[in-house]
């Protein structure tokens, strides 16, 4: 099912690959003057201060991402709110790679907000090391003693002095432990009824009961997190998921007769064919080559030649066509991918796609406007999808913090790549993942 996720994911992207700089905020955005008066900031000033934190105003896709710049007053608050120092901020924010040795936090230019600030202290500054999450990490592990413990961290160099927060502590021995190896952690007694406590189910056989109601069984599972993972998902997903789904769907005028043609042609597809998925597979690695670029003047002639190859070949793969236009005074004007990808803006005008199958017939148009990129609905789903990819696939992923990483390894202000922040692209996957997931949830 991983695999499947990750070809739906490609096709999503190709569907919907976009230059994210025609969508930037521009600096007569209403939005963005509003939010601007509301800050006290003028333009000028606030644009000064994000070019001198090279973070230029073009970076952004919605008001969002934007906030208070960061201050010696809310600094001071900061500090206050969390009780620590100058020198623990500054220290916190290095370990966690949000300011360079030596800097101060003012001097950052990862961190550049006020509420950013706020945020990442509260994520970064855990829950202190007490005797009971202590014993429960020992439990866990499958160690017999503190003694054990302190063991396996003096075979790595490490000791328990090197940790305040079991979160940290914790991360570390499950790496030591573990390694790049991990699966999960057995099922035993104790944590499965853990599970029975965190999802409000009586006995053993009430939960037996909802996995049969889902066409799944407990003698599936080896390891907790799958199951509490499939648990979740059979009980919680579609109320994580629906609304946001109809919303966002109404809003890129995507109807359900339309989702249906778009899926209905994709089944068509010979998804068993290992020639197939692996030529999908390596366009998608070919794709992430250009994860990171915004504007298409970043990108070299050949690397340009490339990223219009690579759409070309998908679409041959998947026997469709894509047509563009921008709508213009309510009139569509025909526009090329090519001229899309360098163009700075669209001008506030909207932006029709519509994809076709081989034969000329119309499976879907789909409308995108400037601000539903960076919005919340778009921010939302983005990570409802993850959480949903991680149920279905039933892959657990835990992080190996020797090497630790900010809420998954991401600014909240991070600008997203052209590849990866397309409407379309957003719905496609949704779509494909609640397709799938309702008639292949087992066995992929």
Not at 103 to 109: A, H, K, P
Not at 380 to 389: A, H, L, P, S, Y
């Amino acid at each position: 099912m991983k695999k499947l996720f990750s070809l739906l994911l490609a096709i999503s992207i190709s569907f919907g690959i976009l230059p994210v700089s025609a969508f930037a905020i521009s600096a007569n955005d209403k939005e963005y003057k509003a939010f601007l008066q509301e800050i006290g900031w003028t333009a000028k000033d606030y644009e000064a201060y994000l070019k001198s934190k090279d973070w230029p105003l073009r970076d952004f896709d919605s008001v969002d991402e934007l906030g208070t710049p960061l201050s010696e007053e809310g600094v001071r608050a900061v500090l206050k709110e969390f009780d620590i120092s100058r020198e623990k901020l500054n220290e916190l924010l290095v370990d966690y790679g949000l300011l360079e040795e030596g800097e101060d936090v003012l001097e950052g230019t990862y961190v550049i907000f006020e509420e950013e600030l706020f945020e990442e202290i509260d994520f970064i500054i855990g829950t202190p090391i007490n005797d009971v999450n202590l014993q429960q990490l020992l439990n866990d592990y499958n160690l017999k003693s503190i003694d054990e413990l302190d063991a396996l961290l003096a075979d790595n160099d490490d000791s328990r002095d090197n940790y305040e927060y079991i979160e940290d502590l914790e991360s570390s021995v499950d790496y030591y432990i573990n390694g790049d190896d991990w699966e999960g952690t057995p099922i035993n007694d104790e944590n499965l009824q853990q599970l029975l406590k965190d999802y409000d189910l009586k006995s053993i056989e009430e939960l037996e009961e909802l996995l049969k109601e889902n066409d799944d069984s407990l003698e599936n599972y080896e390891y907790i997190e799958d199951l509490e993972w499939a648990v979740d998902f059979y009980i919680n997903g579609d109320d994580y998921m629906d609304e946001e789904i109809a919303d966002l769907f109404a809003q890129i005028d995507l109807t359900d007769e339309e989702m249906e043609k778009l899926f209905a042609h994709l089944e068509t597809l010979n998804w068993e064919d290992p020639d197939f998925l692996d030529q999908m597979m390596l366009l998608a690695e070919r794709m992430m080559a250009f994860e990171d670029f915004e504007t298409a003047e970043e990108l070299s002639a050949e690397q340009v030649a490339e990223l219009l190859s690579i759409f070309s070949e998908m679409k041959q793969l998947l026997q469709i066509e894509t047509k563009y236009y921008l709508v213009v005074d309510g009139q569509k004007q025909p526009i090329s991918l090519n001229t899309l990808m360098t163009m700075e803006s669209t001008n506030g005008n909207d932006l029709i796609m519509e994809i076709y199958n081989l034969q000329g017939e119309l499976l879907a148009d789909i409308r995108i406007t400037a601000d539903m990129f960076g919005s919340e609905i778009i921010q939302e789903t983005g990570k409802d999808i993850q959480e949903v990819e991680e149920i279905v696939t039933a892959s657990p992923t835990k992080a190996k913090p020797p090497v630790k990483t900010v809420k998954g390894g991401e600014l909240p202000k991070t600008a997203t790549n052209s590849l990866g922040n397309a409407g379309l692209g957003l719905a496609l996957a949704v779509a494909g993942i609640l397709l799938f997931r309702r008639t292949r949830v087992k066995g992929l």
